[in-house]
């Protein structure tokens, strides 16, 4: 059969753009087609404008602490519009670079929606592709509920990109992008509520983590409603007036709906390829990601096995090895250090407290404190450095942190963890005096059982 290509990948994100350009650097003639813009999901509207929200948001407390250590500083106003034409021009720039990137290195960029017609065969605006493989990486889409007034929800996809600022906003979830949207939009001035149908926010984290994040970020002025719901949004002059399930009533300036992403996978033509997906349409993979279909893989949110950016991207890698280079990889799922960019911070690697006395009997080392900067400003939060130990191997099994740095902080700690490090030897690093991060390698006595 005569191919245009060794390989098609469809979807421009991270996992997608990695795969590209390794299997073209393997000496593959390579397409990638994207319907948006190239940088998927994190660049273009995740990760990246997210964290330079955060940042946007921490200056507001950040003029607060200021004067425990001497600073006059004037009155300060937010411009709204400013950090978002900025935040524009920053992600046309990152944009541009993974488009000279992948051009460079040979591959060609095909724009349009890319829908398979067979296992071999992909169709974009009606000019059929066809290579040896497909690579199916076109990421995951926010979740709206299908309620009365769901028309007038938006998500984060919007969120980056609002006309105006609302008074306030009505964040509905309690996973990491939720929290995170409620930090920001706090920080910002506005007025912030959070709806989770759950009894305490971030499902899955350390139990310490969710307490402690509850608590702080009602402190900074989020109001928080547990066990709650939304049953109807309507529109009114002034905002929306929302209705709740338990029967309660509210207005808000604006809905946000953070409760989660599914798989991008509908009218993909992936059932006339013959490509089998899970229950939440999901593309199910082995662990070298390749599906039910001998040469169609798949990596990335599309396949639902860990929705993080790091994650695509090594799954991208892996599949380049593995199908271009002879060198078949798969991807570990079972540690990965992770950072929620909360306010506070968090950052986590390994097993939970709760998962952790599920299969081992552990030690638990805990510190809650001040750090040392908000002694001067008078800040009241606190942090908390939390490692689960292994009592009978010694072997450190999780990580957990809740503070300033946090997020840097794991990537270092999560090198120790995967590796296997006990707590011997984190007794055995010289503590760097004064920081938080000391007190993981000084702690000294465990919790009482």
């Not at 937010?78 to 460079?104: G, P, S, V």
């Not at 169709?123 to 040896?132: F, M, N, S, T």
């Not at 996978?265 to 390829?273: H, Y």
Request: charged share 20%; with cysteine.
């Amino acid at each position: 059969m005569n191919t245009d290509y060794d390989l098609i990948v469809i979807g421009a994100g991270s996992g997608g753009v990695r795969a590209a350009r390794m299997c073209a650097s393997h000496g593959a003639k390579v397409a990638i087609i994207e319907e948006y813009r190239v940088g998927g999901t994190c660049v273009i509207r995740g990760c990246i404008p997210k964290k330079l929200y955060v940042y946007a948001s921490h200056y507001h407390e950040d003029f607060q602490d200021a004067a425990g250590f001497g600073w006059e500083v004037p009155t300060p106003s937010f411009n709204w519009h400013k950090l978002r034409d900025n935040k524009d021009t920053e992600i046309q720039r990152l944009n541009d670079i993974y488009t000279r990137n992948l051009k460079a290195s040979g591959v060609d960029i095909i724009e349009g929606r890319g829908i398979l017609t067979g296992p071999d065969t992909v169709d974009v605006g009606g000019r059929l592709y066809q290579a040896k493989t497909i690579l199916v990486a076109v990421g995951a889409a926010p979740f709206v509920p299908d309620i009365p007034g769901h028309e007038h929800i938006v998500t984060s996809n919007e969120a980056f990109d609002l006309e105006q600022l609302p008074s306030k906003i009505t964040i509905v979830g309690g996973g990491y992008i939720a929290v995170e949207f409620a930090g920001i939009f706090n920080g910002l001035g506005v007025e912030t509520e959070l709806v989770y149908r759950g009894n305490k926010i971030l499902r899955g984290f350390d139990d310490d983590i969710r307490v402690d994040l509850g608590a702080a970020i009602q402190e900074k002025g989020i109001k928080l409603r547990l066990e709650q719901n939304i049953a109807a949004v309507v529109k009114t002059e002034h905002g929306f007036d929302i209705t709740f399930e338990n029967g309660e009533t509210g207005q808000t300036g604006l809905v946000m709906y953070a409760t989660g992403r599914v798989p991008y996978t509908q009218g993909l033509g992936l059932e006339a390829a013959g490509v089998a997906l899970g229950k939440k349409g999901e593309i199910v993979v082995d662990p070298y990601s390749k599906t039910n279909v001998h040469n169609i893989y798949a990596v990335g949110d599309v396949t639902d096995r860990a929705a993080l950016t790091p994650i695509a991207i090594r799954e991208g890698a892996a599949f380049a090895e593995t199908v271009f280079n002879n060198n078949p990889q798969a991807v570990d799922h079972s540690i990965i250090p992770t950072a929620v960019f909360s306010q506070p911070e968090i950052g986590t690697v390994g097993l939970s407290e709760e998962d952790a006395r599920l299969a081992h009997k552990v030690l638990v080392y805990k510190a809650r404190f001040r750090p040392l900067k908000n002694t001067l400003s008078g800040n009241s939060e606190k942090m908390l450095m939390k490692l689960i130990v292994d009592q009978e191997t010694d072997r450190v099994l999780g990580l957990h942190i809740i503070g300033p740095g946090a997020g840097e902080m794991i990537q270092a700690f999560g090198i120790a963890v995967t590796m296997g490090a006990t707590k011997a030897q984190f007794d055995a690093t010289v503590a760097v005096h004064p920081t938080a991060a000391e007190e993981m390698v000084t702690f000294k006595t465990p919790e009482a059982e």
